[in-house]
């Protein structure tokens, strides 16, 4: 596996530069209840359906949460895209069982050290109205070996409407301890929060198709 080379040089710098690419790209980043949250290691999930889901963390992370997140990346992506790796992103094989353990490990000694992580327990980048959104079980193992940790359910939405530019619509959900996850097992765990980011996101998409900006706030807006 391919382990993250962090530097706070380059994470500095890359805020500089990702701001204005954001705007660029999108006409509106409209987020609902992403706020700050308690400054220790929790686990970041969130649906999959595009590269910029990377990048939109970092800019979350960089502007709200300020965290210390490092984030599980596909090891192909990564190869193509190394400069993640100085942002904190480090790989995994799902092809090569020795290689799930070993990322699943270090994501443990990241844990451990105090990081914030980044899952996104599909697995691959996938269309987003595709459902079930099938978790893998990694989440489920993590949760098991530490049962402190909260997880924090993000969700984005891709969309056009009236401008030229697309647009991302972001919600955050509710901090969630183990014990607010139903299920005994670790098959379970991962199932509930499956279920539990599936209904997050439907409700999103909703709010997008129904145009409903009520509270929503757009980061992309200056000032």
């Known amino acids: 596996m391919i382990e993250a080379k962090k530097s706070r040089l380059f994470e500095k710098g890359f805020g500089i530069y990702l ?17 700050e949250i308690p400054r220790r290691p929790v ?12 990048l939109l963390f970092f800019q979350l992370n960089h502007k709200i949460w300020k965290h210390d997140i490092h984030m599980m990346m596909h090891e192909k ?3 193509n895209y190394i400069f993640f790796r100085y942002l904190g992103a480090f790989s995994i094989d799902r092809q090569n069982p020795k290689n799930i353990i070993r990322s699943l490990q270090y994501t443990e000694e990241l844990l451990n050290a105090g990081k914030s992580v ?6 691959d980048e996938f269309h987003q109205e595709i459902r079930p959104l099938a978790f893998h079980s990694g989440i489920g193992y ?12 993000i969700t984005f939405y891709y969309s056009f409407r009236h401008e030229q530019k697309p647009e991302v619509w972001i919600r955050q ?11 005994e097992t670790r098959k379970e765990k991962s199932s509930s929060l499956q279920q539990i980011l ?6 999103l998409r909703e ?4 145009e409903n900006t009520d509270g929503f706030i757009d980061l992309l807006k200056k000032g």
């Open 207 to 210: 709010e997008v198709i129904a």
């Open 118 to 123: 980044v899952l996104f327990p599909q697995g």
């Open 142 to 153: 993590l949760l098991e070996k530490h049962p402190d940790i909260p997880v924090v359910p």
């Open 77 to 79: 992506n990564l190869k």
């Open 198 to 203: 599936t209904s997050q996101l439907d409700g």
């Open 19 to 35: 701001l204005p690419l954001l705007r660029k790209s999108f006409s509106h980043l409209l987020a609902s209840n992403v706020r």
């Open 43 to 54: 686990i970041f999930i969130a649906n999959h359906s595009s590269w910029w889901d990377g």
């Open 173 to 183: 959900g509710e901090v969630l301890s183990i014990n607010e996850i139903p299920g």
